[in-house]
Structures are given as structure tokens and as C-alpha cells.
């Protein structure tokens, strides 16, 4: 499993197409810290918090909005990378080689999955350097910090689940992005649910479902164990129908 993750991980870094994101989420992210940092330290900004006794902090107006704009950015762009996981295989013809690998479709599917959180647990290292260098001029709250951090990685994790389904049911890599894409804006807009017609409780509520609806309590510093097993349901679930869909295959 750790073979075929580092396989993986190694793959993509001999590809343009993970330096350009690198590089893309750096600069663009780059500037809106910079943006949101000089908006922090505007005078009237200050003032208004100085006298407001419950306002947020740095952590919470920097660092917190970085992360919230970094998971939206991630959902996006997520699907150019999962759609090369098993779809990519198939297009270059090695996935017959794969499958008759002497490894259980599991280690296999699980060593894709980790392969590819392990590039967007590098990307995540590299853009918390931002808020972390706050910490030469201020103080920050490690613990909402960690909490945004969190939540970013569940929601990852559960895209890159389901960017994995979607990649072993397509034919080729460029519908396995478009497929992955629509989906994962579906799930995204769920969240609008709230405001159509009779607002419902619990799992009934359409935008209970919503991929990103989970994560904003992380970005507020509130864990709770709902939306951890939400996260973690999904992604068993859609790793499990992956090995299914994958052993179906080896026997055809």
C-alpha cells in the first residue's frame, strides 16, 4: 500500500500539472493574506476592535478566512488531480497490469488515496506558513488554528474519496474531471437548500448533505463528533464501493 502511495505521490511530482498548482495556490493565496493582513492593521479596523469586547482575533480574521477560502479553492481544483487515479490507467493501458498485481484491490485503492492526500497535505504545509508567520508580530489561537486545519483535511480526504469512485467509473481522464467537478459542485451547492421552500431538520435538510457545510464549524474552533463521522462515513463509503468496483473488475 505505502509502495503504490509513494508511487503516486512520485508520479505526480514529475508532472507539471502538480508544480503549477503549487505554485498557483501559493501566489494567489499569497496575496490574499497579504490583503487580509493590511486589513487587519487599518486603524479604524483596530479601533472598532478595541472597543468591541467579544472581537474576533488575528487567528480568527486572518488565518481562519485564509483556510475557509483554501477549502473552497481545494474543491475546485481537486478534480484535475483525482481524475487521473485509476482513469489515467485505464487511458495509458496499465491498469490490466495492476490488477494482476499479486496486491488486494484494498492496498491498491488505499495506496491511490493516500498517495494523493500526502501531495495535499504537502500543499496545506506549505500555505500554513502564512498564518504561522504571524506569530513574529502577534499571537495566535492554536487551537481554532488546528480546528480550520482539521477541517480542511476531512474535506479532502472525503474528495478525494469520491474523485477516486468517480475516476475508476470513467472511461477517460477528461470525464473523470468533468464528472468529479459536477458532483463536487452539486454537493457544494446543497448548502443553498436552507433558503428553498420548507426548511427541514437533521438528514431531511438537503443542505445537511453539503460537502462544505461540515467544515465551517471546524473553521469557528467547534469540533463536533457529527460532522467528523459525516467526513469519515463518506470516505469509507465511497473508498469501499472503489474496491468493489475494482474487484468486479479484476474478475471480468
Do not use: C
Amino acid at each position: 500500500m505505502w509502495t503504490i502511495a509513494a508511487r503516486e505521490l512520485r508520479n505526480l511530482f514529475l508532472s507539471p500539472l502538480a508544480w503549477s498548482i503549487l505554485a498557483a495556490m501559493q501566489i494567489i493565496f499569497g496575496w490574499f493574506f497579504a490583503m487580509l493582513v493590511n486589513w487587519f492593521l487599518r486603524p479604524e479596523i483596530q479601533a472598532n476592535l478595541a472597543n468591541d469586547p467579544n472581537a474576533p482575533g488575528l487567528t480568527a480574521i486572518v488565518a481562519s478566512s485564509l483556510l475557509d477560502w483554501i477549502g473552497i479553492v481545494l474543491l475546485l481544483i481537486s478534480p484535475l488531480l483525482t481524475m487521473r487515479l485509476i482513469s489515467e490507467e485505464r487511458h495509458n493501458k496499465t491498469l490490466p497490469l495492476l490488477l494482476s498485481a499479486p496486491v488486494s484491490m484494498t492496498r491498491i485503492v488505499l495506496g491511490k488515496f493516500f498517495g494523493l492526500m500526502g501531495f495535499f497535505i504537502i500543499l496545506l504545509a506549505m500555505l500554513m506558513l502564512m498564518p504561522l508567520s504571524l506569530l513574529f508580530g502577534g499571537s495566535l489561537d492554536f487551537g481554532l488554528l488546528g480546528s480550520g486545519v482539521l477541517g480542511i483535511i476531512l474535506l479532502m480526504g472525503t474528495l478525494t474519496a469520491l474523485g477516486l469512485y468517480i475516476s475508476i467509473l470513467a472511461p477517460q481522464p477528461t470525464v473523470a474531471a468533468i464528472s468529479t467537478f459536477g458532483v463536487f459542485l452539486l454537493l457544494w451547492m446543497l448548502e443553498w437548500a436552507d433558503n428553498i421552500g420548507e426548511e427541514q431538520t437533521g438528514i431531511l435538510n438537503l443542505a445537511y448533505w453539503s460537502i462544505t457545510k461540515h467544515y465551517q464549524p471546524f473553521m469557528e474552533g467547534l469540533f463536533s463528533t457529527a460532522d467528523l463521522a459525516y467526513y469519515l462515513l463518506l470516505m469509507a463509503l465511497f473508498l469501499s464501493l472503489s474496491v468493489l468496483r475494482l474487484d468486479a473488475e479484476r474478475i471480468q
